[in-house]
């Protein structure tokens, strides 16, 4: 059993709207002062703050007359603000995250419910605190006598509402298959398999640049505070979701692909975070989306019963012959394809890449024990 997010999106009525808005902006208060009294407590009086002495604090925030809008809304999500807290900090000493910022009132908006803050009978979801069910589009239907453990409301920076309902499904694994591939991640083509299927780099952010630019210019120009500010502000996060949505269903596209061909997937662990400092390659780098297209692929890995295998980053595997091993002192990006001065073969940069990855990645699968027979070879 694996928990698995179906994503929705739903339309409130104008009542369902406004009590929405009211726990967004309560979850949005409790994650901040949550968030600011840790960082006063620790820096000032080098103290740690647990979460129960949080949750206290936010009951007792319900009983001053400052802040007694706060019973206006169910305290399960209030609750859950804190547990995301702990979350970000945990990311963060763990080295998966920055340091958690302050939420903000014109970017994305959360509240996330669990099973005992709604109900959910015969199809519909009605939420704690609200009279009517949600109005969701059913886009595929939800795996039969499931049990929805918690709810997420969100609304993005264009005014769009979704739920992601949270559930427990057994996911039947994919046939075995001999097949492995190793795969190198690129920005002129996206993904270079070693079977020589190469993936093309659509660059969404590219196709969209000019329309995103004008509209920018646009927003820049309007009065701070007025109606068609915030218009204009709409309009480019519609942009930003649209180049958003199309390359998320491009990512899941090749992702899918791969783990149904394939039983082996071997990957460079790429350290994109300092390969973002490059500004010359920094856009370019953050369109493709590698980190994206790694995290997808591993959790459909568990899904399916494949593996994924990452090879250490140190490898040298572009400037490595595949074919005889030789291994070159210098190999420039501006360099695509080069002769190797030890057996003559030309090599494609990537694709010789690709090679040296699954080889690679096939030792450590050796190493573990598990017996893989490539079907794929150089020259196939």
């Not at 698995?4 to 808005?21: I, M, V, W």
């Not at 009294?37 to 319900?62: G, M, N, P, Q, W």
């Not at 660059?203 to 007025?226: F, I, T, V």
């Amino acid at each position: 059993m694996v928990k698995k997010a179906y994503k929705y999106r739903f339309y409130p009525t104008d009542e369902q709207a406004r009590h929405l808005a009211q726990t967004f902006g309560c979850c949005r208060f409790v994650y901040n002062y949550a968030l600011s009294t840790k960082k006063h407590a620790y820096f000032d009086h080098k103290r740690k703050i647990k979460t129960s002495e949080l949750s206290v604090a936010i009951t007792a925030l319900k009983k001053e007359e400052g802040t007694a809008w706060l019973k206006d809304v169910s305290s399960v999500p209030l609750q859950q603000s804190l547990r995301h807290l702990d979350a970000a900090y945990k990311n963060f000493f763990e080295g998966r995250a920055k340091y958690p910022t302050f939420k903000k009132k014109h970017k994305g908006q959360s509240a996330t419910y669990t099973d005992n803050a709604f109900t959910w009978r015969g199809g519909k979801l009605t939420l704690a605190k609200q009279k009517d069910p949600l109005n969701i589009v059913w886009s595929r239907p939800l795996p039969k006598d499931t049990r929805i453990s918690s709810v997420t409301i969100s609304k993005d920076p264009s005014g769009r509402y979704f739920i992601s309902l949270l559930v427990e499904e057994w996911i039947e694994p994919l046939p075995l298959t001999e097949k492995v591939v190793g795969v190198d991640l690129g920005l002129k083509s996206l993904l270079i398999p070693s079977d020589g299927k190469t993936i093309a780099n659509p660059k969404h952010l590219h196709s969209y640049e000019k329309k995103l630019a004008k509209a920018q210019r646009r927003h820049a120009k309007k009065k701070k505070g007025s109606k068609n500010r915030d218009k204009a502000r709409k309009k480019v996060a519609r942009l930003h979701a649209k180049i958003v949505n199309t390359r998320r269903d491009y990512q899941h596209k090749v992702t899918t692909r791969l783990i149904r061909e394939n039983q082996v997937i071997c990957l460079e662990d790429l350290h994109v975070a300092g390969m973002l400092k490059n500004h010359c390659l920094a856009k370019a780098i953050s369109d493709v989306g590698w980190g994206e297209i790694r995290r997808q692929l591993e959790y459909k890995a568990a899904w399916y019963g494949r593996t994924v295998v990452i090879i250490d980053r140190w490898e040298a595997t572009s400037k490595t012959c595949s074919a005889c091993g030789y291994n070159l002192d210098i190999l420039t990006l501006d360099v695509r394809e080069w002769v190797c001065p030890g057996c003559g073969v030309c090599h494609d940069r990537d694709i010789n890449a690709a090679y040296n990855i699954l080889a690679a990645g096939l030792a450590v699968v050796s190493a573990c024990g598990e017996n893989v027979r490539p079907v794929t070879s150089k020259g196939a």
